[in-house]
């Protein structure tokens, strides 16, 4: 059984580095094609997709937070982590993190692109950006 175990503060003050971990039991976090995502939901908003790691420690962001978005791993403890730089309370959200697929669409309009499919999730924690 997959489990997933989000930590890091519930509080982070505007301007600073949001960190956060996730631990993974049950599943190699290296195995071949899973995909390591995170994902938040702002209080009243939709979820959103944040960014992933793969199995070979390739990330892909989402354009719209790519450049304040680097997510990590460690091999050795089976865990990855998130880091949002710059935060401001528009930040504040419950995060999430899940493994999944990706799937690759080839359009003639926009090319490749990449979706993923989580099957695995967090239960998500509570990050308050405030002074």
């Known amino acids: 059984q997959v489990q997933l175990q989000e930590s890091g503060p519930d509080l982070v003050k505007p301007s600073q580095t949001l960190s956060l971990t996730c631990a993974v039991s049950g599943a190699s976090i290296t195995a071949t094609y899973n995909y390591w995502s995170w994902l938040r939901q702002p209080p009243g908003k939709e979820l959103e997709w944040m960014g992933a790691?793969?199995?070979?420690?390739?990330?892909d962001y989402s354009p719209s937070l790519k450049g304040r978005t680097a997510i990590s791993r460690d091999t050795s403890k089976n865990q990855f982590s998130l880091q949002l730089r710059s935060v401001t309370p528009e930040d504040t959200a419950v995060y999430f993190c899940a493994m999944g697929k990706r799937i690759t669409t080839l359009q003639a309009s926009t090319g490749i692109t990449h979706s993923y499919e989580q099957t695995n999730w967090g239960q998500g924690t509570q990050v308050t950006v405030s002074s």
């Open positions: 790691i793969d199995y070979d420690g390739a990330t």
